[in-house]
């Protein structure tokens, strides 16, 4: 019995394991950069309803609708992994030249990849920047992630 992977075909660049954000994720990284920071609060217990725990509630939600939008401003790339989920290895790939092909489940390639925009360029170099990763010239990768 063998081992099934996922298959990743992208470009972009490959940043490797140690992740120069830190332990946050990188999302929240993004969301800070726009000036949105993240409650302190953490969540109240699920079965308290006070009005404290609401009004908690309330704000940490406000917090994930502001921090998705500033994620879209980055709409074109992404930030993911591969290797395994154990010991990841992190890459900023544009989304439109992405493709996975999960355990089983074969993807079809065009056999004209295409190129990076100007805009999804840019977003890569923001990007890349604000998550404090060295900029190298953007490329095609191919990895897999075992899981």
């Known amino acids: 019995m063998g081992v099934s992977t996922d298959g990743i075909l992208f470009f972009g660049i490959e940043i490797g394991d140690h992740k120069p954000w830190g332990d946050d994720d990188w999302e929240d990284v993004v969301a800070k950069a726009a000036g949105i920071e993240k409650p302190a609060d953490a969540y109240p217990d699920e079965h308290d309803y006070s009005p404290e725990a609401e009004a908690i509630r309330v704000k940490r939600n406000a917090w994930f609708v502001a921090k998705w939008k500033a994620v879209e401003a980055f709409w074109s790339v992404d930030v993911g992994f591969h290797c395994s989920y154990d010991d ?49 010239e953007p490329t095609w990768w191919l990895v897999s992630l075992w899981g």
């Open 88 to 136: 990841p290895m992190w890459y900023v790939a544009v989304k439109r030249l992405r493709w996975i092909a999960s355990r089983g489940y074969p993807e079809k390639i065009p056999s004209d990849l295409g190129n990076p925009t100007s805009t999804e360029m840019n977003d890569m170099r923001r990007l890349v920047g604000i998550l404090g990763c060295k900029w190298e």
